[in-house]
């Protein structure tokens, strides 16, 4: 079993049914107690998925709370869940933000309240699959469960133009996805060839050896698959969309959390399982992503939306996460699993913002505004400290990811570096900005002037994001710790994998690429 | 001296399908003695044949044999089609006693009995194992259901519907004739085992013209019921015109057994000549399942999306027949019952859309159906999703198996394609839940609440879905014990 003798994992990724379940059963228009029912199983969803961190152990980089059960025993496929210092903050910050996306849905959402529910909570169950799934088969089918409650989330309560975004966003994703069941079921029968064994175990296939030109093209599979959900520039365009349209809920799960699988999917699934070809797309990777932080800043400077104006600032803030990943060190790639987190918690907290505004105005448009920070004191402060975390002042989380990314990219790629460090002064500048023209100048507009500041549970809502704001700024350490291990294996595990295939193919005719041609070979002819 | 041996009766072998004749003749009995209230029974009895023949069929299973000569081959494989010809059976008697209410004319004692005349035939062309035998199985099946497909008499689309299909179906069955006559003439036997031991036994005559016309007939004859590209065009009208629990029927019951037929003759009959025919299916895959995807997309009604969905599902099939490997084959029985159960569902839904004397077959139908019934919402939603290959549900495993197995056997190209298709296809069945869920009705429309046997209906269809998306060994194992007892 695992460390501590129950299905811990299990129960948290399952927990959110239970939840559906009952809410199956409460009359659809009691709707107070659909979202007391639905806050009450995110809560103690949340807590449960508590002793996951405070039982996690630092010093190790192996998987940890492992279940292994056979489902399809003729196929290979099992039920494999585990975690470890890469999964496990994602993890926390899914059931973190679950509860806020109820709070703030409270009002927000007045038709379908029941169904709006089961989808989140659905949703919560896909994600968390996702993240924890050691088998491949398993992995993409909580991969795949992820896009339908998100598809009804924006088609069923977004705004105007919810279909396009829906669909857009449906097949984006699917498209990707295809291609990369294609390579594991390829990476399946290249391990049966080689191992003799039918297995989708993520742990099993690590240790196989690729021929370069397959790796090449297996890679580029899941690559394509991962960038769309990153999203990088130029595969974003389903972003904007599905953020504009979904409602606020959606917005801060699809940032927080959906958004993270791509980069997760990075590190988990295609650079140790690909780690040569990994090392052949590095340029594209880097480039791509410095491309991505600035024009995702360039086009958010222009926005006349705030929530487009935030979507786009995911395009940028994901650049920086992939740069960081991709640059191979230490301090990259730890930078970039911070950063991971602190965009989900002030990427969040703006879509929340943002969303409070629009549920009082209706509108979202920056020219609307001017001056609420004299009508809405307190929301005016919360908005400045999710803006700058946003744009990484030092003190916030930002500064810290942010920081150290760049510094893992400038001993990579040193005139990348550069141009990355201009997206974080552009950052500043379209944050700001728009922070200006909407809370300062003046209070011209006769809507504006009687709006009501954040009530209690607005409050309640955005309070836990401001705290870990400042928490992640100033105690890095204690969250860094845990990836230290993961971190440093993914990074040993890679360095070794492509100096062993370099060293491969610089032997030509040594046994090493002897052994790659002849599984090339193999598998080329149809047995 | 001839010595005339009188076979002895081995009604073991052929008990499931004995009971379904059975009860089709008793229903039509019970129809003629049996005043009004009787006739309301007829469905009822029908249900409880088709569930003693389901129960036979499990019961005798594992005495594999060739009974009658040779004539029929009682073994995995056709136990496997049995099997899903006798759930589709039940599901769309279950859904028609729903649909009587909103289609009155069905309401008559011929319909169930011809119902099961069609299951009889479906089942003995899976089990056949003489050329002669699926001409016949296939006309027992074929004829009823002409007459099933115009059985709205005052409908025009109806009529014109049987009439295609038995126009189109007629000639289609004569090729098939002729190609059985020209592999007749060729090597002088009809059974399908010993054209496999002739053709190994003399190589050269694997390519005389005499043989190869006969295959490319053959194709045709079959490829009409499968609705293969080109020899789909029927399939819309088809489909559109028929009575809804029909057109599932049809959609998915006949394609089992045309597939079966197809895949015994085949792989046994003319198994040293694969390599031939691996090539034109190869290409006759591909364009089956993307012209089907890609003309779906410019559908307006449900049943004509359908119809070219189950063109499109005919190609992923292909794929597996064009792969070959015992695997691929369990795959095919696997996607067939897989894609039985979400396409019976999808139009057991359809068919619960309408009041007495009308029917709302539009897709522009369906906006706002989600909310305003959750039950077929929900419902129509898994059926979709399934279809679309989306886990957890059956239509994403079965993809799963034959996908899989294509990239193993080096046929990476057809399963990119494939898997394009998928793409392709998720815009449509996405229409309808974007329809469902995500738009407002433009008309109000009204519909009789589904009886208790429609949500029975619904609730097994979806279990099956579910069930073999989410715990698909039973089923899978089963698959593959029934392709590898292939006589």
């Known amino acids: ?110 038709k379908r309240v029941k169904e709006f529910m089961i989808c989140l909570l659905l949703l919560e169950t896909a994600m968390l699959g996702a993240l924890v799934s050691l088998d491949l088969i398993l992995f993409y089918i909580f991969w795949e469960l992820m896009l339908i409650p998100m598809y009804f989330l924006i088609g069923v309560w977004g705004g105007d133009n919810k279909i396009y975004a829906a669909v857009k966003f449906f097949l984006y994703t699917a498209a990707g996805s295809v291609f990369m069941l294609l390579a594991i079921f390829f990476l399946y029968y290249l391990n ?14 690590y240790k196989l050896n690729i021929p370069v030109s397959t790796q090449f093209w297996l890679c580029l599979a899941f690559f394509v698959s991962f960038a769309i959900k990153v999203p990088m520039f130029p595969l974003h365009t389903w972003l904007p969309d599905a953020h504009v349209q979904a409602p606020t809920a959606g917005s801060v799960i699809l940032a927080g959390v959906l958004l993270k699988m791509g980069t997760y999917g990075f590190m988990r699934f295609a650079i140790p399982l690909f780690p040569y070809a990994s090392h052949q797309f590095t340029p594209v ?216 295939y370099e060293q491969g193919l610089e032997e030509g005719g040594a046994k090493l690429a002897a052994v790659l041609e002849e599984n090339n070979l193999q598998i080329t002819l149809a047995d | 001296m001839l010595e005339f041996v009188v076979p002895a009766l081995n009604l073991k072998a052929i008990l499931p399908q004995l009971l379904l004749a059975l009860t089709a003749l008793t229903v039509l009995l019970v129809d003629v003695f049996a005043g009004k209230e009787g006739k309301t029974s007829l469905g009822t009895l029908s249900l409880v044949g088709v569930f003693a023949a389901l129960l036979s069929l499990l019961l005798t299973r594992g005495s594999f044999e060739s009974a009658y000569a040779g004539m029929l081959m009682a073994d995995g494989f056709g136990f ?73 008499r005052d409908d025009l689309k109806s009529i014109e519907s049987a009439l295609k299909y038995f126009l189109l179906g007629a000639f289609a069955s004569g090729f098939l004739l002729f190609g059985f006559a020209l592999v007749y003439g060729a090597t002088g036997t009809l059974d399908i085992v010993k054209l496999g031991t002739f053709f190994t036994a003399h190589p050269e005559i694997l390519h005389h013209p005499m043989v190869m016309g006969g295959i490319a007939l053959m194709t045709v004859g079959f490829g009409f019921k499968i609705a293969m590209f080109p020899f789909h ?91 070959g490997t015992d695997l691929a084959r369990s795959g095919v029985l696997f996607y067939l019952l897989a894609y039985a159960f979400a396409n019976i569902g999808a139009f057991a839904v359809i068919s619960a859309m309408g009041k007495k004397g009308e029917e709302y077959s539009e897709l522009s139908d369906f906006a706002g159906v989600g ?25 994403f495993m079965g993809k799963f198996f034959i996908f899989s197995e294509a990239i193993k056997s080096g046929y990476i190209w057809l399963a990119v394609f494939g898997v394009i298709n998928s793409v392709i296809s998720l815009y449509y069945y996405l229409g309808v839940i974007v329809r469902m869920y995500f738009q407002e009705p433009e008309r109000e429309i009204s519909i009789i609440a589904p009886a208790g046997t429609m949500i029975l209906a619904l609730s097994l269809a979806a279990f099956g879905v579910l069930q073999m998306g989410m715990f698909p060994s039973y089923i899978w194992n089963l698959a593959r014990e029934s392709a590898k007892m292939i006589m």
């Not at chain 2, 015109?241 to 089992?256: L, S």
């Not at chain 2, 559908?299 to 027949?321: C, D, E, P, V, W």
């Open chain 2, 371 to 395: 909310f305003k019934y959750p039950l077929l919402g929900l419902m129509m939603t898994i059926f979709m999703f399934s279809m679309a290959g989306i886990p957890p549900a059956a239509g």
């Open chain 1, 192 to 205: 049966h060839k080689t191992t003799g064994v039918y297995t989708f175990d993520l742990l099993e296939l």
């Open chain 2, 80 to 152: 496997f089609i049995t099997l899903i010809v006798c759930c589709v059976a039940f599901l769309t008697i279950l859904a028609s006693m729903n649909y009587e209410r909103i289609c009155p004319e069905i309401k008559a004692g011929e319909y169930y009995c011809l119902l099961l005349f069609a299951a009889f035939g479906m089942s003995f062309m899976g089990n056949a194992g003489n050329l002669i035998m699926i001409f016949v199985a296939l006309e027992t099946m074929s004829i009823s259901i002409y007459v099933l497909a115009g059985f709205k």
């Open chain 1, 285 to 500: 990777i880097a480039v791509l992503a410095v491309i991505g932080i600035i024009y995702g800043a360039l086009v958010a400077l222009i926005q006349p939306d705030m929530k487009k104006l935030v979507a786009y600032s995911s395009v940028s803030h994901l650049g920086y996460v992939m740069l960081g990943i991709f640059a191979f060190n230490m301090q990259g790639v730890q930078g970039g699993l911070y950063q991971m987190l602190n965009h989900g918690i002030s990427t969040g907290a703006l879509f929340l913002i943002v969303g409070m505004l629009y549920e009082r105005r209706h509108t979202r448009m920056i020219k609307d505004f001017g001056g609420i920070a004299k009508v809405m004191p307190i929301y005016a402060t919360f908005f400045m400290i999710a803006t700058l975390s946003s744009v990484a002042v030092p003190g916030t989380n930002g500064f810290v990811g942010e920081f150290m990314i760049l510094v893992g990219a400038f001993r990579a790629y040193p005139v990348l570096a550069v141009f990355a460090t201009s997206g974080a002064i552009l950052g500043a500048l379209y944050m700001l900005w728009m922070y200006q023209r909407v809370m300062f100048q003046p209070l011209d507009n006769e809507e504006n002037k009687v709006l009501k500041d954040l009530n209690a549970r607005e409050i309640v809502t955005l309070l836990p994001l401001a705290i870990l704001v400042f928490v992640m700024g100033f105690f890095p350490g204690y969250f860094l710790r845990k990836m230290d291990a993961s971190c440093d294996h993914f990074l040993k595990t890679y360095k070794q994998q492509v100096a062993m």
């Open chain 1, 1 to 110: 079993m695992n460390e501590l003798g129950f299905p811990i994992i299990s129960l948290v990724t399952f927990f959110p049914i239970f939840g559906v379940l009952i809410l199956m059963f409460i009359d659809k228009d009691a709707k107070d107690t659909i979202r007391g029912t639905a806050m009450v199983f995110a809560m103690i969803e949340f807590f449960i998925s508590l002793p996951l961190l405070f039982s996690f152990q630092n010093g190790t980089a192996a998987m940890q709370f492992v279940e292994r059960y056979t489902w399809i025993k003729s196929a290979g496929i099992s039920y494999f869940v585990g975690l470890d210092g890469i999964s496990i903050w994602i993890i926390i910050l899914t059931t973190f933000l679950t509860p806020l996306c109820v709070l703030c849905s409270w009002t927000y959402i007045q």
């Open chain 2, 233 to 323: 065009m029927w399939t819309p009208d088809v489909y559109e015109g028929a009575p809804t629990v029909v057109t599932g029927f049809m959609a998915t019951g006949v394609k089992a057994a045309a597939f079966a037929a197809l895949i015994r003759v085949f792989f046994v009959g003319f198994a040293p000549l694969q390599a031939d025919w691996t090539t034109i299916m190869w290409v006759a895959a591909l364009l089956t399942m993307t012209i089907g995807n890609l003309v779906a997309i410019a559908q307006t009604n449900i049943k004509r999306m359908l119809a070219y969905s189950s063109i499109a599902h005919a190609g992923y099939i292909l794929i597996a027949f064009v792969v």
